[in-house]
């Protein structure tokens, strides 16, 4: 294969979209968050980068606690919106309905099919623009049709949808390729 | 909505599927990964959880670099195959056509569109079974074939596929939605 170096940029196709919500004075806001991973399985562990001057940032800090909320593509335009204006300036708490969980300050997304309660384990700055927290999921809030026969998410009633990051587009779920840890069980390499 | 609680499950859907690479004392190993996510834009910072008794930690540890492989969909079987056996009882270091880049040490799938080389920045023990590993992306190589016209990875070209966690099924990347930080710009919630 021919490959071409395209220095240190943030390619790890393709990206979740979610939405990060946090109590700032007392007030809910949300914004769009696409980079966030799960960094351990059990208990669930998230670890995100928000930037040091973004107005949610400052909501964690506050709080030690916050929401990650999965949205469905039909979603595509409120969260596309509140990745594009500040909470500094715009009141984002009446765009969805929201509500608490036992954290209490963790305002989630009640529109969205899937809503992860998180307290805050650690936040680093390693000299980036973003303050890297590290939270853990206390509780997740799954809307009852979205589940499988097995009181467990499904992921094409979810419909969560993806960025693609630099080319900034949005694309959706597509279809079913296979089983995990079991389509490969038996593959050999062709040599 | 009507929602039910789930416990502190990994519900972060969906995730990236990747390869993490490694050298184990001095061999190329590789490993599926999927509890990975972007942390800091610029320079690319990825976070990332590795089980400690997985075989590849310790190559981790021992080099303090490793690679983010991003397969295709045509590679689905491979890339489950590695996922399902470790590097202790099995050599994988002859299943994919390897490379090196600047840090020597970082074993890349050039099977793979696209494979980012890292540097260990930090590594975290929350008290979890796996270790919290934190990289810099110090260079990112991508197949020519995969570019867009700006130089730029194209995802419909990369053909990157998803994981849902618990349902344990991959599913491929689906259709255009719409663009990034524009879609929603004139948003305004319904009453």
Same mark, same amino acid.
């Given at each position: 294969?021919?490959?071409?170096?395209?220095?240190?940029?943030?390619?790890?196709?393709?990206?979740?979209?979610?939405?990060?919500?946090?109590?700032?004075?007392?007030?809910?806001?949300?914004?769009?968050?696409?980079?966030?991973?799960?960094?351990?399985?059990?208990?669930?562990?998230?670890?995100?980068?928000?930037?040091?001057?973004?107005?949610?940032?400052?909501?964690?800090? =506050? #709080?030690?606690?916050? %929401?990650? +909320?999965? &949205?469905s593509k039909n979603m595509i335009k409120?969260?596309?919106?509140?990745?594009?204006?500040?909470?500094?300036?715009?009141?984002?708490?009446?765009?969805?309905?929201?509500?608490?969980?036992?954290?209490?300050?963790?305002?989630?997304?009640?529109?969205?099919?899937?809503?992860?309660?998180?307290?805050?384990?650690?936040?680093?700055?390693?000299?980036?623009?973003?303050?890297?927290?590290?939270?853990?999921?206390?509780?997740?809030?799954?809307? =009852? #049709?979205?589940?499988? %026969?097995? +009181?467990? &998410?499904?992921?094409?009633?979810?419909?969560?949808?993806?960025?693609?990051?630099?080319?900034?587009?949005?694309?959706?779920?597509?279809?079913?390729?296979?089983?995990?840890?079991?389509?490969?069980?038996?593959?050999?390499?062709?040599?």
């Amino acid at each position: 294969m021919s490959k071409k170096s395209l220095g240190n940029k943030s390619c790890l196709y393709p990206y979740p979209v979610t939405i990060l919500g946090a109590n700032v004075n007392g007030k809910a806001n949300f914004m769009t968050l696409a980079f966030i991973g799960i960094v351990n399985a059990n208990p669930g562990m998230v670890a995100f980068g928000c930037n040091k001057r973004h107005y949610t940032n400052g909501g964690i800090k =506050e #709080n030690l606690t916050f %929401s990650i +909320n999965i &949205p469905s593509k039909n979603m595509i335009k409120a969260v596309d919106y509140i990745g594009c204006v500040s909470g500094e300036k715009t009141d984002k708490s009446g765009l969805f309905k929201i509500f608490y969980g036992k954290l209490d300050t963790a305002p989630m997304v009640d529109d969205c099919p899937l809503c992860l309660e998180c307290k805050v384990l650690k936040i680093l700055d390693l000299g980036g623009f973003d303050d890297i927290v590290i939270g853990e999921i206390v509780e997740c809030y799954c809307e =009852e #049709n979205c589940l499988s %026969s097995n +009181n467990l &998410p499904d992921i094409e009633k979810l419909q969560p949808y993806m960025l693609s990051m630099y080319e900034n587009r949005y694309f959706s779920l597509g279809e079913y390729l296979g089983k995990a840890w079991n389509i490969g069980l038996n593959y050999t390499a062709e040599k």
